[in-house]
Every structure is written in structure tokens, then in C-alpha cells.
């Protein structure tokens, strides 16, 4: 039998990828694992899927029909290189290696160019969902040549999770696109989490409410505009109670976050390009500062307001405020992350559909939320949009949060509650909207110390004053940077 995609790698990701593919009218599924028993496991456990195995990646790729397609599920870094090798010797050009792993974008973009020299074509692909994701549908982000997706895009298809009658699947572009995209999701997902954590705190320590109350007021918000994948599991973990201890499972979990780095490669990546990705960064800061127990309880004695001092007059609108907040400062984090999507596209040279990402991420992906489709609009309507919160629908979400935000952040100062997403968020809110910066004098310090020069409002040219000597201006043959 010959098999029409294979899959290489069945730990839980690669398994339930292969059993979503098999699944898929029209689809035969070839597998191969490093180590057999985990092949094994998978025939015995799925006879219904109809899985070719294989033992030697000579016989998988014998048991593939040309063009060859394969997606490699392994661990990212040593694991994907050591599988392409073997890959790429068994496979013939026209053959399409796809590789799923959580991959680094510069490492797809090196694959790439090597892999594309044998005539083999190379897609790295972000896919997000966790397990579930990859079992039932989840959400695709595709980066390879436009050949590739010829043959590819109808499977990817048939298996990505379904929006509004459309597959969560697009050709994002070439090469380290796909990963690239995927990888701001991740950071996206980063901020979104920590916000709603910040909502969750403020909330408890505001009005004393429980976690399992707080779980309503989650559940209740997930009918509305926020309704999102990420609220929705935030209620359903404020819900969970401890067997063992009989508390509220949030209060016996180690408060210390961990992360497997896309968070910090999001941030790092937006650093090069020069794209302020404030809310991502907070939340990447936040779960190191969570994870410093030593510094912790060293400061856990330093001056700052008592807890009590904090009692809303009316606690219903302040949760409400809460809520306002949360979804302004929702939408700066993905603002922020399409910025770094566009910087990225602008650097790479991808051709980089803003709104077709906003639409692949409204299913199967961490993300997914009802708001997405907003932002699809907003790309529709004005696709050389320069800021996403400058569109119409989200200066109305800004100006009906305005007082609410403002509030929520001073009330978190007062109260000394850490709240680093919501009010970040609003300063970035509000640098990206001053009509002036005190960049002005940042750069009258760099000229004084540095000679690096500045510009001037009011006449073309590049300047300099002559700080140490009669402090004439001159203007000056370099640029101001
Ligand atoms: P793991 O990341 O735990 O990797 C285990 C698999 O890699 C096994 O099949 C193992 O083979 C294989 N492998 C390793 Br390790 N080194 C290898 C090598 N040198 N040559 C060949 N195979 C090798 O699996 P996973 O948790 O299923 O994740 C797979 C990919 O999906 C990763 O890149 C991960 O980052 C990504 N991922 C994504 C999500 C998501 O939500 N999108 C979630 C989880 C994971 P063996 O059986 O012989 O040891």
C-alpha cells in the first residue's frame, strides 16, 4: 500500500497528528519512530487508523507515493536536524519534508536553504493546539515555497481545526514564515495569560471573592467579547478543587511559572527588530520574577501599603473596570505582536497576509477568541493599517475603557497589587498617542555625552551642539541614530 503523508516522531504530539490525519477521508498515514515501541504502541492501540509502519526510514520512505510528504514530530533542535539527515537521504527531489516541532524560525530558515539544495522542498510549520489541538484540529501556520503548498495545503486542510466554515490553515510564506508567525502566537499567548492572571488577582485581593466566584465571573466574561479559549480554561481552573486538601487547586500550585522559551525567543526577536513588544515582555518578566523564590522572600518584608488599605467602594464596578481593562490591554498585546509580524515580514521578505493569521488562529490554536475576527476586519478594511489599535473598532474598545483602565491601574499602585501587563500596556497606550515624547531630551543626553547628533522639528538636516565648547549648533555630516 502506498501511503500519501507520513509522519515521523509519535510522541503524543506526532501520535495524535498521524490519528487526526488518518482519520481524514481520503488519507493513508505512513509512521516511523526512532524507537519502534512507540510505533508499536500506536498500530496496537489505533488498528482503526490504517497506519503503515515502518521500521527503517528506508521503508517509510518506500511506503510513500510521490511527491513524498512527511511531517517530522520530534523534539526541536538536535532532534529535527538528525531526522531531515535522514530524511533527505532517503527522499528524492520534488519530496516535501514538513517539520511541525516547535522549531525556531532562523534555525527553518537555515533548514530550509540547506534542504531546498537537494531539490527537496522544506515547510517549517508552527502548529498550535497542544494535544488536543493536534488530535482534533488544530491551528496550522505553513512557511515553505509555493510548490510545497500545492501538494500540502489540501491535507493540511482536511486536518486543521474549523472557523466559521474555514480551515485554521494558510500559507503564511516562505521558509521561517510559518514558525516565525507561530512563534508570535506564543508570545501573544504569554501576554494574554498573564493579563487574565493580573484580572484574576486584582479580583481577589480587591473584593476578597473566592476562586470558585471568581470562576463565574470568568465564565460569565466568556460569553462576551472576551470570550476566548483562555478564559474559558481560567474558569475551569479557578473551579478545581484540591482532593487532597480540599482547597481551591490555585492555592496549593506552586505560585512559580515556568516556559519552554518561545515567550523569550518572541521578545528577544522583537529586540532586533526594534518593535516595543511591551505586554509580551511584562508577561515573559513576570514568570522570571515568579520563579526567583530567594529574591522573593528576601523583599517579602519591604515597605509597601498594607492589604486592607484597598476595599472598592463598589465592588461590582470594579470588576467590571477589571474587565474594561483586560480587553484594552488584550488588544495593545495584539497590536503589539502584529507589529512584530510586520517588522519580521518587512526583514525576511515574506509576504505576510496580517488579516488570513488573524483568521488561522480563530480555531484550534491557545488563542483562539472570538475578537479575532475584528481584527480581520480591520486588515480588510485598511490593509496598510500602521498600528492595529488605530482601527476604528478598537479606538471605540480604547475609549470605552479609558476611565475603567486608568482606574484599575492606579488602584493595582495603591493597592501594591503587581499588575506589570495591565499597566504597561497603558503606557505604551499612551506614548504611542503623546504629541510629544521626552525622547527629545533622551537625545539632546546622547548628543551631550556621545556627539550623537539629532534632528530638528523645524528644518531638514542633522545637528549638533557643541556641548563643550561655545554650545553653538552645527549641523553634522552623519545621521541621527
Ligand atoms: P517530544 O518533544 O517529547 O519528542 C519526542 C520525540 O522525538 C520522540 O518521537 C523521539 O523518538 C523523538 N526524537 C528525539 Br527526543 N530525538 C530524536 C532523534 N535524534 N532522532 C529521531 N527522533 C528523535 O515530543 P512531543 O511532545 O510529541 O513534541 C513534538 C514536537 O511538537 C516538538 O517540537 C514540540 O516542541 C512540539 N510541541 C508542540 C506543542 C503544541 O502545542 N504545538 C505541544 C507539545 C509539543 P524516540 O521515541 O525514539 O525517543
Redesign the pocket.
Known sequence: AQANIGV???????SNLARNLASREGNTVAVY???WA?TETLIDEHPEAGFIPAKTIQEFADSLAKPRTAII????G???D??IDELVAVFEPGDIIVD????LFTDTIRREAAVRETGINFVGAG?????E??LNG?SIMPGGSAEAWQTLGPILKSIAAVAEGEPCVTHVGTDGAGHFVKMIHNGIEYADMQLIAEAYDLIRRGTGKSPAEIADIFAEWNKGELESYLIEITAEVLKQVDAETGKPLVDVILDQAGS?GTGVWTVQTSLDLGIPVSGIAEAVFARSLSSKPAQRAAASSLPGPSEDAFKPADPEAFIEGVRLALYASKVIAYSQGFDAIVAGAEQYGWDIKKGDIAKIWRGGC?IRARFLNRITEAYAENPGLVALVTAPFFVDVMAKAQTAWRNVVADAAHAGIPAPAFSSSLAYYDGLRADRLPAALVQGQRDFFGAHTYKRVDKEGTFHTLWSGDRSEIESEGSSH
Not at 73 to 76: D, E, F, G, I, L
Not at 100 to 103: E, P, Q
Open positions: 515521523v516522531g509519535l510522541a503524543v504530539m506526532g519512530n526512532r524507537t512507540r514530530m520530534v523534539q526541536a538536535k532532534g529535527t538528525a531526522v511541525g516541532g516547535n522549531a502548529i498550535s493546539g497542544g494535544e489541538g493536534a488544530p519552554k491557545i
